[in-house]
């Protein structure tokens, strides 16, 4: 196949295009849609990866996902919301579909390798860059961006750069001592750095707090049976040394303050605040909710339901809202309490799932820490978070074809 003025064959071109998926989507959103295009023909025009492709339906998570997107769409024949918004939202569920696509491309550890060490490259990069911005006080010409802010915005760009602090720090742990084990750490602590003075979103502190404790635990209880106390011991410092930075910075700390100060007097608000409109948002959706539990309003239906459920409120609370900022109350809501059992289903499959060390480890950072982001935002289904996590999940727990190779 010819790929840019050479020959490649499929897998190789495959691979490629999804390590850029996974990271352009941070970055992207047209450069993504064009590599997710180019993906989809060589995997059309290729027999083998047809072939690999649909032997992931074998799969329980995969299994989970697809009754779940076949629930999204049903629901999408029975919304109340207008037919051009259930459509659209259940398109926007395709994201889904990366997942049994990393799985069928990255059984070679070799590719894991590769995309774990380009996504850690560019964050590295990033967060420089973010640095750079925010130390010389220099605003990008997007308006919507907060300075020091290089990704899409500083929700994507924290969470990012959690995710590949923890897996700098995890790959850190699991080298030779050397140079290499030293750049891992020193790119580590930069994106930490970032998090905590630059970026202001709390779903990143989340993440790096959920992926530090998910990394300990690995270590700890699920490690060999012969005990390495050197990565215990690094994994202990990390989470150590996460909550230290969090709470010392001023910016982290400052944030995570306000969020507790909203939540305390959401109900005396005057004006929307961030964590103050979610109380009001998650009191209306379980209202809501218990209207309808079983099917509920139907894909694509929640801002259609919820201005009707809100209709007669005045000030604050008559805010209307298009996402509860819950994933599980905005399942549960569109399409019921079956398709949310579905959807945790999924979760825990993905959970269970057998592959190596460390990349189970990886995968379970970032499953959990999307898990716990959820219960504030709908990180499984908005565009950025949507792809990136289904990618990552996908290239992290698919099989490997030999175990116990070095990173």
Known sequence: MKFFGHTHDSHTVACVLMIIVGISVLFSPPVMNLALLMLMVVILRSAELRRSLWATRQQPMVQFLL????????????SI??????VSMALGWKKLLLLPIALS?????????????????????CAAASFCLWLFEVDLPVASRERGVFLRNHATQGM??????????ILAAESEPGRLRRLYGMSALLLLANVALVTTGRSGYLVAMVSAVVAVSGYVFFGQRRVDTRKIGSAILLVIGVAGLLLLAPASRERMLQGVQEVENYDQAKEVTSMGIRMIFWKNTLEMIQQRPLLG?????????????VATQTGVAAESAGDPH??????????????????????VAAARQHCAAPWRLLALCVLASWSATSLFNSHFSTFNEGYFVYAWLGVMLASPQAEGEPV
């Open 81 to 86: 919301a207008p037919k051009e918004d259930a």
């Open 67 to 78: 009754l779940f997107y076949a629930i999204i769409v049903v629901g999408a024949l029975y």
């Open 105 to 125: 491309l990255f059984t070679d550890i070799r590719w894991k390798s590769r995309f774990l060490n380009a996504f850690i490259g560019v964050m590295t990069v």
């Open 326 to 347: 819950n994933q599980y109350m905005k399942i549960t809501a569109e399409n019921g309490v079956i398709a949310l059992l579905v959807f945790l289903g999924f979760i």
């Open 160 to 169: 990012a750069f959690a995710v590949g602090a923890c897996s700098a720090f």
């Open 297 to 309: 309003y139907g894909t694509g239906a929640f801002r259609t339901a919820y201005d009707r459920q």
